[in-house]
């Protein structure tokens, strides 16, 4: 079975500092992760996704993620974290089956 | 385009009563799917199509049907809703099927459902 950890349920983090949102994940195999984020009443949008290659993943809005094997793990990070990045942050696997396999959800709030 | 329509935005159910989530697509995506997000539980993946015809079940099917007539449209059958079943459902496309090629899904807006 597949599955996905978002440790922490909120991340704080105050504007201009990095940002970091943990992911970890378990499979069988090599896995395709994405990070997808939620807005308040909106549905999720994609930022980014690692399939092969490069460990560091560059996606929208100035993301980034790198992916560790060893650790199993994706983690989200931001150089200078922005007021309106504050949303809720899902990481997620797929693997095997057709479909993605979710995360809790982590929610970030940019302090001004 | 105008990606993933989801309707209705808010509905309120009796316990017993039935209803239809549609869901449709302008973007020919030959995958869709079904998905209910809870409080700390993150998305669940509830049914899925791999394309008109193929419907297959996911982590949470039991209480609700889907069919796929068309590649444009997966709608989502409540058979007899229960307090259980409030949540907000996202219907999502992508193509090809994820896990084939993982490209990533589009979601709609969602359908918030409160069952009294």
């Known amino acids: 079975a597949q599955s996905v950890a978002q440790p922490e349920d909120q991340v704080n983090v105050a504007e201009g500092n990095p940002l970091t949102v943990k992911c970890t994940y378990s499979?069988?195999?090599?896995?395709?992760l994405f990070w997808y984020v939620q807005y308040p009443n909106r549905g999720l949008q994609f930022l980014l996704k690692y399939i092969t290659g490069d460990n560091l993943v560059k996606g929208s809005y100035g993301f980034e993620a790198e992916f560790n094997k060893s650790q199993t793990s994706f983690h989200l990070k931001k150089p200078s974290a922005l007021v309106s990045d504050s949303a809720l942050y899902f990481c997620?696997?797929?693997?095997?089956?057709?479909?993605?396999?979710f995360g809790s959800g982590t929610r970030l709030q940019v302090q001004p | 385009n105008a990606g993933v329509t989801q309707t209705p935005k808010f509905q309120v159910l009796k316990t017993g009563q039935s209803m239809t989530l549609q869901c449709a697509q302008d973007m020919n995506h030959e995958y869709m799917s079904w998905y209910r997000q809870d409080p700390g539980m993150g998305l669940r993946l509830i049914h899925y199509?791999?394309?008109?015809?193929?419907?297959d079940q996911g982590e949470v099917p039991n209480g609700y049907n889907v069919s796929r007539s068309t590649t444009e449209d997966f709608p989502l059958r409540l058979l007899s809703a229960a307090p259980s079943q409030t949540s907000v459902y996202f219907c999502?496309?992508?193509?090809?099927?994820?896990?084939?090629?993982?490209?990533?899904?589009?979601f709609g807006q969602g359908t918030r459902l409160t069952v009294v």
């Open positions: 999502a496309s992508s193509s090809p099927a994820i896990g084939a090629s993982a490209t990533e899904a589009f």
């Open positions: 199509s791999v394309g008109a015809g193929i419907t």
């Open positions: 997620a696997l797929s693997r095997g089956r057709r479909a993605l396999t």
């Open positions: 499979v069988s195999g090599n896995p395709y």
